[in-house]
């Protein structure tokens, strides 16, 4: 079991920033995958960043040169730097944990923290 605490969340305007974190524990952090998913009203929940155990990243296309996802493994947080935010990045974001064990992805979710983006 992995539990999963977010924080950071706020309101904030058009153009600014927020870095929200996401600390984890219950299992060996750093065999996991850490991705930050947003869940808008009426929307689907989608994949806003990803990180492998590895380090390597991936971003949705709408955040890509505005969000960056980092780890620290020996503080067992992932982090997901926001800047230059838009209206429509307004949605809770969780934060997940991943791994595949025997052939099967096991996923772990956060509570949920609210951004929203408005003047």
């Known amino acids: 079991q992995v539990q999963l605490v977010e924080s950071g969340g706020g309101l904030v305007q058009p153009g600014g920033s927020l870095r929200l974190s996401c600390v984890a524990s219950?299992?060996?952090?750093?065999?996991?995958?850490m991705g930050w998913y947003r869940q808008a009203p009426g929307k689907q929940r989608e994949l806003v960043a990803h990180?492998?155990?590895?380090?390597?990243?991936d971003y949705a296309d709408s955040v890509k040169g505005r969000f960056t996802i980092s780890r620290d493994n020996a503080k067992n947080t992932v982090y997901l730097q926001m800047n230059s935010l838009k209206p429509e990045d307004t949605a809770v974001y969780y934060c997940?944990?991943?791994?595949?064990?025997?052939?099967?992805?096991?996923?772990?979710w956060g509570q949920g923290t609210q951004v929203t983006v408005s003047l």
């Open positions: 990180i492998t155990t590895g380090g390597s990243t």
């Open positions: 997940n944990a991943d791994r595949i064990l025997s052939g099967l992805r096991i996923d772990y």
């Open positions: 219950g299992s060996i952090f750093s065999l996991y995958g």
